[in-house]
């Protein structure tokens, strides 16, 4: 079944297309209209005026004077004249009305044709050729008509291809700017062009835009300055039970504020902006075996050596808490770097509990990966996502071979 969207993604390409189209139309209606009521009518006059002579040569072919019957035609005994290098008509829509027209006449015509004449002969008496002069049939009006046509409908169809690849411009733009925005990376306000349609478009996602930047400014200005106030306390309190007696009070209390500071550290963590690091060329091999290097249930299966532009401590933090994640709740982690053409991929495998969680539950804010593993913030998949978006890449989670859960990284090589 026929789908337009199979046909062609591009608006520019379907734009084109939807205004073409009708002119290409238009020209091959024009074509036709002009063979069938005009081109045709002229041939079948001209067809019938040339069977009229050649009936006339046909009556007085044994008259002395029979050259005086000729009008353009050209009688020519056969024996007078060898004709070379003949070859069907190819104009079939006069061979076809001289078929009809000679049909009147007594005989069986042959018909062949050369570079200067059409040549008829009657097989009843073939003693005489017909030499029928082909500018007598043809007309440069008809290849200039063609000409002409084929020359406006592509003249009309670049017109239209530049035009419209003009208006698109500001949509392209468009789309870049709100995929990298989508990504989380800064981005600058379009300056609005093209229609008035499309310049409404982009001052709309302008202050869409500006609105949610305002607001993600706004929490993380209210987060940061709540954990910092909470950390003050925090750090009073951890002077304070330095003077406690009981040991084991004192430990469980310590425990939990360093558990408090964790939390406030991911929290800041979770409203950094961190869209202004710069990118870096680093061996993915040599970044890999620095990441591991304090993980000892970790086993490298492939580690592929290339030069990756990557913004490098954010791609570490990334790596760094996700096999954090993995240390915690499984025995064994294994690790896969390879790089595939334009992708750089890392797989990391576990063979802890996984988890029932959606992709899409699994990295939203202060949500844990299991009911029954109920540690940590839930915000430690939400940096990750945020850091692998920061450096155009992907993330996805799948079930593991081994068990546990499986989270895949692809970046796209610079």
Not at 122 to 133: A, V
Not at 156 to 165: A, P, R
Request: net charge neutral; glycine share 6%.
């Amino acid at each position: 079944m026929f789908k337009w969207s199979n046909f062609s993604g591009s608006l520019l390409v379907r734009s084109v297309y939807l205004i073409t189209l009708p002119i290409v139309l238009v020209q091959v209606v024009g074509i036709i209209i002009f063979f069938e009521l005009h081109w045709d009518l002229v041939l079948k006059r001209s067809a019938q005026s040339i069977a009229n002579e050649i009936k006339i040569l046909e009556l007085n072919k044994d008259d002395e004077e029979i050259d005086k019957f000729a009008n353009t035609l050209q009688i020519i005994k056969t024996d007078q004249i060898q004709i070379d290098e003949v070859k069907p008509i190819s104009n079939w829509i006069f061979k076809k009305r001289m078929n009809q027209s000679l049909g009147q006449i007594p005989g069986q015509f042959t018909a062949s044709q050369n570079d200067n004449f059409y040549v008829f002969s009657n097989t009843l008496n073939d003693d005489y050729y017909y030499l029928i002069p082909k500018k007598r049939v043809e007309t440069k009006t008809v290849a200039g008509f063609f000409l002409w046509t084929i020359a406006v409908s592509i003249i009309l169809s670049l017109i239209s291809y530049f035009f419209i690849k003009k208006q698109i411009q500001p949509l392209k733009r468009l789309g870049i700017i709100t995929k990298s925005f989508g990504r989380g990376v800064d981005t600058p306000n379009l300056k609005p062009t093209g229609s008035s349609e499309v310049r409404g478009l982009i001052s709309d996602f302008n202050n869409m835009q500006n609105n949610i930047n305002s607001t993600f400014e706004n929490q993380r200005n209210m987060l940061a300055g709540i954990s910092h106030d909470l950390k003050t306390p925090l750090t009073r309190i951890n002077l304070m039970i330095e003077e406690l007696n009981n040991e084991e009070i004192k430990s469980s209390i310590s425990k939990n504020i360093s558990e408090m500071n964790i939390m406030l550290n991911h929290y800041l963590d979770f409203i950094k902006n961190e869209k202004n690091e710069n990118l870096d060329e680093t061996i993915a091999d040599n970044l890999i075996q620095d990441i591991t290097n304090n993980y000892q249930k970790i086993s490298i299966l492939r580690n592929d050596s290339k030069k990756v532009l990557i913004r490098k401590n954010q791609v570490k933090r990334a790596l760094i808490n996700i096999l954090d994640n993995a240390n915690k709740f499984a025995e064994n982690i294994y690790l896969s770097s390879t790089i595939q053409s334009d992708k750089w991929l890392i797989s990391v495998e576990d063979d802890g509990p996984g988890t029932n969680l959606t992709e899409e539950q699994l990295v939203r804010p202060f949500v844990k990966g299991s009911e029954q593993l109920n540690q940590g913030t839930g915000l430690g998949l939400s940096i990750v996502q945020k850091l692998i978006k920061l450096n155009n890449g992907e993330l996805k989670f799948g079930k593991s071979n081994y068990g546990g859960l499986k989270v895949t990284i692809s970046f796209e090589i610079q």
